[in-house]
């Protein structure tokens, strides 16, 4: 499902519940930590020469909430680092290399959440990368902006679950915890282990998307607007 076609479905499912009903407003301050990932087909294909190493990311921000009972519809706008780590071997010699995007995240989910505060949420996520660092280590050091070998924007699908729990019962203060996890639906294009443009035909002729990927959690405080208690999900 293309991303214009999401949005369009998260908007339309929230104005039909705002004539229905009167609707809970959510607002959280947010971080997550990540497992990172960019999976290309050519690298996987590559062998000893170049493959996967864990990496990590992390990413800061706001969201905001509408819920009526256990049905809500909610975004974020964060900011961050998603990190691909890399490692290989050419001519004996070992190596290591990052690829760092710092990106901007605008999330945009349906969550479905019971009275005891458990809740599922799918959606997607916009993601623009405002800058891509490429280092390496041991063999032939190097550090360079390679910005222009990424694409501007990618999106990826999203899952996740947890629960969101009041720290007192008299105040409209609430725990966010969850997982969630993401897959790349478009293309973010990029470098390869070594550096070197995924797009060149000359080296790689028959080309291959790179999938952005991540695993992590959610931590929050969600401060809760003009929402019943019955009506909380608490």
């Known amino acids: 499902m293309h991303m214009k076609s999401i949005i369009f479905t998260l908007l339309?499912?929230?104005?039909?519940?705002?004539?229905?009903a009167q609707i809970?407003?959510?607002i959280t301050a947010k971080g997550q930590f990540n497992s990172t990932w960019l999976f290309n087909q050519n690298i996987s294909d590559d062998g000893a020469e170049q493959d996967y190493a864990p990496g990590w990311g992390s990413h800061y921000g706001?969201?905001?909430g509408m819920r009526l009972g256990f049905f809500g519809i909610g975004m974020e706008t964060n900011f961050g680092k998603h990190n691909a780590e890399y490692s290989g071997v050419?001519?004996?010699q070992d190596y290591a290399s990052t690829v760092a995007l710092s990106t901007f995240q605008l999330p945009l989910f349906l969550r479905f959440?019971?009275?005891g505060g458990v809740y599922f949420e799918m959606g997607a996520q916009y993601n623009r990368?405002?800058?891509a660092l490429y280092t390496r280590?041991?063999?032939l050091p190097v550090s360079s902006d390679v910005s222009g070998d990424y694409a501007k924007s990618y999106s990826t699908a999203l899952i996740g679950f947890g629960i969101n729990r009041k720290i007192l019962k008299s105040v409209p203060l609430g725990f966010v915890f969850g997982v969630r996890l993401q897959y790349g639906i478009k293309d973010a294009r990029?470098?390869?282990a070594d550096g070197l443009p995924l797009d060149n035909s000359l080296i790689y002729p028959n080309y291959a998307k790179t999938r952005a990927a991540s695993a992590g959690i959610n931590i929050g405080l969600m401060y809760t607007i003009d929402t019943k208690e019955k009506e909380s999900g608490y």
């Open 12 to 20: 339309f499912s929230a104005i039909s519940i705002s004539f229905t």
């Open 24 to 26: 809970g407003l959510d």
């Open 62 to 64: 706001l969201g905001f």
């Open 90 to 92: 050419i001519a004996n």
């Open 113 to 115: 959440q019971n009275k």
């Open 129 to 131: 990368i405002r800058k």
């Open 137 to 139: 280590e041991n063999l």
């Open 190 to 192: 990029g470098v390869d």
